[in-house]
């Protein structure tokens, strides 16, 4: 029998890698024609600046110089798929020729702080207000929870962080309201950079955490609100089980599922960044350069960027599911 | 002693949250005490602008002309030509009276900012290195400095350290026109053309003549900008400055009333208006090229929009008569902007002409008449008029979604819409983003067309060729795809003129003709807005506070 079990659970970890490995696939592929369908020319546009006039002579040279002049089926997208299954991902057309994995790995430590530090705060204090708002539905702390969740929950973080710039960078003047630190603060040692950079970090993460926060709570909540109602409640009750007992021994583990669900989704987007919110603090991580290559129509750091943010879903989901194997082992 | 057993209570109760506030509390005034990097004491400037920068190779891009500006210099270019104490790489120019030969006198004793001399031979090296890339694979052809108006040069040569000589094969202004950097040649001539136009990045430190030398670019951030120490009047007063890069102007106006910013450009009218108010802050704005219109789509066949009308001129010259371009720049642009009127913006003074004697007057009673004389009538009553095939109207307007100095508000556009439907044109508007902008009005060959009006801006020199690009055929920027062979010859004549009363006749004749043939309406030339904080420092301009065109006010601003 266990020999059995075992092998049912490896064959369903075996199912969901597989599955994983096919979606990726299909998200290489789909990034190469998503982008290309968006109206715009990459050639045109590397030109937008000029103050000067252009010629279309100097718009097919562009065309030319990144390979644009080739037709797009098969010979990018067969030369794009050859050189992702390698691990290369290309070279930029708007940051002239670099490597489009060099530009990801360079902006992915920003957007890592930002976005990681917000998700850790948020998971934290979010699903434990959740926790504790479900546990004691209809009472103080869950009314209040629970209204400023909602609108949270509702909230833009890009309007949050608009008005956190307002209110502690312009009129307190206590935090800084843009960048990721100060130019020169390479200049002032480790400690002064550690210090000037956990200040700019400081209104972004906010911006991100309180919008997320919202969410969490809202999530723990009802899977707390469902689960409290269930027979082996009333049961360990009957049992003379105390409170923190019930909560922690069988309410807690059971309202996790969806709030699991949650977080690994929400950790794929860690590296997707925030992006309105980098963008709202000119904050150089992952989101600014989607932005950056969008407007340049820069095919190739999208297809990265893309990719990279469909495999960490792809592997946020393939740990969901297999931390659901674990929580609950009827999903096997 | 009750209190003091609550006290205990609430001790014991909370005393794990109440020391974490105290370990929390006591990072504050390492995060709060504010490391004061961006202070006046520092003598650093802190200034702003929408813009992304992408490399610091000014043969591989259009896109950093700041930072690079304040690095490298032109050889004459445009402020040199506007003030006499801005001059660039060459500190005096003539052209003899064959109008091929022009000789222009370098600083003597000038030097780059790692202290070897700047001569005469940089400025041949970087005109040469441009010109012998012509007709490559690689030609140098794609970025600020390239080789547009080369192929009008016979030769460049330096006479001496401080004489170069530029022999034109017909006469021609390019000389003191181009905005070219001048680079140094002990740096350059290693890289090849292929690195040149794409991978070679420049990085920082650079060698420049400018008055400050970016010393570090972090991209998507800013620019750091140290005193070329010898910069030829002198190692400028400050610091150096950071030039910062955002996305938008909120953060821009957010950091100059924190503080945080000395200067802001990119501002839009409320911002400025908002500013404005701050007693610590000075607001500017500068007369720039920008120049926004209305185009007809005149391309008949390939790329056509949906009624011929758009390539008839007496339909065209009646719609002008129904776009107000006072109402235009005093409520789209909130008075922050030039009425428009004809293909010269008026800080090109030396070609800029009010068109007193042909220029259209607001009147949708006269365009109406004129739309009944053209044939455009509404034959069956139903308040739309119809064309000469006897389709009623329904025109589609395209339009960027961005506003902002560059971008025409898209108040204008529904200024525009509404005074054509008043004459029975309907107008339907779609906004797109601004690669859909370019997808569609590339010229039809490139896949483009298909649309009627077009309302959009463009910013170039103020050259005399540029001011002529938009009715051009074989540019991009020709958005109406008008084509008429004397105003192509005109602008050509116009290339090959040296003398400046000669190419103010040409200029002047070209701008009539199109003004008259009307695939444009121009709605209005818009102002930069911007704006500077009063404490750290000062000799900040008053025409421009920050020049559009060089290295000012950076050579010469002092802390305060």
Redesign the interface.
């Known amino acids: 029998m266990a020999g059995g079990s075992g092998g049912r659970a490896g064959h369903h970890t075996g199912r969901i890698i597989f599955r994983a490995a096919a979606t990726l696939l299909m998200v290489a592929i789909l990034n190469f024609l998503l982008f290309r369908v ?4 990459p050639a ?16 097919e ?2 065309r030319q ?1 990144w390979g644009l002049d080739k037709p797009l089926i098969p010979n990018q997208l067969f030369s794009y798929v050859s050189a992702t299954l390698q691990g290369d991902l290309g070279y930029s057309f ?5 490597r489009v994995s060099d530009l990801i790995l ?2 992915i430590p920003a957007t890592l702080a930002l976005a990681g530090l917000a998700q850790l705060i948020a998971i934290t204090i979010g699903v434990t207000l959740g926790i504790i708002a479900g546990w004691r539905r209809g009472g103080a702390v869950d009314n209040i929870t629970t209204g400023i969740s909602l609108a949270l929950y509702s909230t833009p973080p890009f309007w949050l962080g ?1 008005l956190l ?2 209110a502690f ?3 307190l ?8 630190y ?5 200049h ?1 040692g480790i400690l ?1 950079r550690l ?2 950079h ?2 700019h970090l ?1 209104l972004p993460v906010l911006a991100v955490t309180l919008g997320l926060i919202g969410q969490y709570v809202v999530v723990a909540r009802a899977a707390m609100s469902d689960v409290v109602t269930e027979d082996y409640i009333v049961t360990a009750r009957a049992k003379g089980l105390t409170n923190n007992q019930m909560l922690m021994r069988h309410a807690f583990r059971n309202a996790m599922l969806p709030v699991v669900t949650l977080i690994t989704l929400n950790l794929g987007y860690v590296v997707a960044g925030a992006i309105t919110v980098e ?4 904050w ?1 991580g992952i989101g ?2 989607t ?2 290559a ?2 340049a ?1 820069d095919y190739p750091v999208l297809q990265g960027i893309f990719l990279l943010l469909g495999a960490s879903i792809v592997f946020a989901n393939l740990m969901a599911d297999l931390i659901y194997g674990v929580l609950d082992p009827r999903v096997r | 002693m009750t209190l003091n057993a609550s006290t205990q209570e609430v001790w014991f109760r909370h005393r794990r949250a109440i020391l974490k506030a105290i370990l929390i509390g006591s990072t504050a005034p ?3 005490s ?2 004061a ?2 202070s006046c004491g ?1 003598h ?1 400037a802190q200034i702003a602008g929408i813009l ?1 920068p ?2 610091m ?1 000014p043969f ?4 950093s ?1 700041w930072p690079t500006t304040f690095t490298y210099d032109f050889l004459v270019g445009v402020d040199a030509q506007r003030h006499s104490d801005r001059k660039g790489f060459a500190e005096e120019w003539s052209v003899a009276e064959d109008s091929l030969t022009w000789t222009f006198k370098i600083w003597p004793g000038m030097k780059w900012s790692d202290g070897k001399p700047a001569t005469a031979r940089d400025a041949a090296f970087t005109y040469n290195y441009l010109r012998d890339s012509i007709g490559k694979p690689d ?1 140098l ?2 970025g ?1 400095n ?1 080789t ?1 108006g080369l192929e009008l040069v016979e030769k460049i040569a330096a006479l001496d350290d401080e004489t170069l000589q530029i022999v034109t094969k017909t006469p021609t202004r390019w000389p003191v026109d181009n ?1 070219v950097m001048i680079v140094p040649e002990h740096i350059w001539k290693d890289v090849s053309y292929a690195d040149a ?3 070679f ?1 420049n990085d920082p430190p650079l060698v420049g003549t400018g008055p400050m030398i970016i010393a ?1 670019f ?5 620019a ?1 900008m140290t005193p070329n120490a010898y910069f030829r009047t002198g190692q400028p007063p400050i610091a150096g400055f ?1 030039f ?5 102007a ?2 821009i106006a ?2 100059l ?4 910013l000395d200067y802001g450009m990119n501002l839009t009218p409320a911002q400025w208006r908002d500013l404005s108010k701050d007693d610590g802050i000075v607001v500017g704005q500068a007369r720039i090229e920008a120049r926004n219109y209305l185009a007809f789509n005149t391309a008949s066949g390939e790329g056509a929009g949906s009624t011929n009308a758009l390539q008839d001129q007496a339909f065209r010259d009646a719609i002008g008569y129904a776009i107000d371009q006072n109402l235009i720049a005093e409520r789209a642009f909130r008075g922050h902007a030039d009425p428009g009127l004809g293909l010269v913006v008026p800080v090109a003074k030396d070609y800029y002409s009010d068109l007193a004697d042909i220029r259209r007057h607001f009147d949708l009673e006269e365009a109406a008449r004129r739309l009944d004389a053209a044939g455009y009538k509404d034959i069956n009553g139903d308040g739309v008029r119809e064309d000469k095939e006897g389709n009623g109207f329904q025109l589609e307007l395209i339009t960027g979604t961005s506003s902002g100095t560059m971008e025409t508000p898209i108040a204008a556009v529904q200024l525009v819409a509404g005074w054509l439907g008043q004459i029975g044109i309907p107008i339907a508007v779609t906004q ?5 902008v ?3 009005t ?2 039809p ?3 483009g067309g298909k649309w009627d009006l077009y309302i959009g801006g463009i ?3 103020p ?1 005399a ?2 001011l002529l ?1 938009l009715g ?1 055929k ?4 020709n958005r109406a795809y008008w084509q008429n062979a004397k105003f192509d010859e005109l602008a050509a004549e116009v290339a090959k003129t040296a003398q400046l009363e000669k190419s103010q006749q040409l200029v002047d004749e070209a701008v009539r003709l199109i003004y008259k043939e009307a695939p444009y309406i121009m709605l209005a030339y818009p102002f930069m807005l911007d704006a500077r904080r009063k404490d750290c420092f000062q000799g900040w301009g008053t025409e421009d506070l920050v020049s559009m065109w060089s290295y000012f006010p950076f050579d010469r601003m002092k802390a305060m």
Do not use: C
């Open positions: 968006i109206p715009g020319d045109n546009m590397l030109l937008a600046g000029a103050r000067s006039a252009i010629t279309i002579h100097q718009i040279a562009q110089s708007k940051f002239r020729g670099r360079e902006r608009m710039v307002v960078s312009t009129m003047g206590w935090l800084p309201g843009y960048g990721a100060s130019a020169g603060a390479a002032v002064g210090s000037d956990a200040r400081i963008s709202v603090f000119a150089p600014s350069l932005v950056e969008l407007n129509r | 390492l995060l709060m504010s490391t990097l961006a520092d650093v992304a992408d490399t190779n591989a891009t259009w896109s002309f030609e052809n794609i600020w390239n547009g905005t136009r794409s991978t990045r570090e972090q991209q998507g951030q800013f750091r950071v910062s890069f955002f996305p938008s909120d953060s957010q950091g009333k924190s503080g945080d797109l983003d601004s690669g859909a370019q997808a569609r590339a010229l060959s490139q896949g910013w170039l020199s050259s060729p540029d690009v051009q074989g540019v991009r920027h």
